[in-house]
């Protein structure tokens, strides 16, 4: 039998704004526990990012604490991810953060290196997200119970 869980993520834009050439919002993931407690679960430094800007160049990954001239200082730098996305492997210097596409669907996350050694508890996290829906998948450390979660 199938346990059902009212367990959810929500991710909601708001303050959605032009800044120079950028389009700019900031986002709020809520997550709701199966007793209904609700959680500020936004964590730019875990995938789920809370402020971000486009522009022809690509993807900035900010935080929802930057003001407009915070940035606009960082949209003269080069964008956080370009467009299209490009896939990356896991590597000592990015500690293991990778990047993976297939299709419409751009996943971000991180996993030990190869010969890491055994893993006391959780050591990986990854969220998914495609070009219609948004985010459409959460695991890991990445997920607010370390299980799974889609959309």
């Known amino acids: 039998m199938e346990t059902k869980t009212k367990a959810k993520v929500v991710v909601e834009t708001y303050d959605v704004r032009k800044v120079g050439v950028a389009d700019v919002a900031r986002l709020r993931w809520t997550a709701f526990s199966d007793d ?13 990012y809370t402020q971000v800007a486009v522009t022809d160049a690509g993807l900035y990954i900010l935080s929802a604490d ?13 964008p956080s991810r370009s467009d299209p996305p490009k896939a990356y492997k896991g590597s000592k210097q990015n500690q293991g953060r990778y990047l993976h596409t297939d299709g419409d669907e751009v996943c971000v996350g991180y996993e030990p290196l190869p010969g890491a050694g055994d893993c006391p508890d959780t050591c990986f996290g990854e969220v998914c997200f495609d070009a219609q829906k948004g985010p459409v998948s959460m695991m890991g450390t990445y997920s607010p119970d370390e299980g799974q979660f889609h959309q």
């Not at 209904?36 to 789920?48: Q, Y």
């Not at 930057?66 to 080069?78: G, I, R």
């Open 66 to 78: 930057m003001d407009d001239a915070a940035v606009a200082l960082a949209l003269k730098k080069k």
């Open 36 to 48: 209904g407690t609700k959680t500020d679960w936004g964590s730019s430094d875990a995938g789920r």
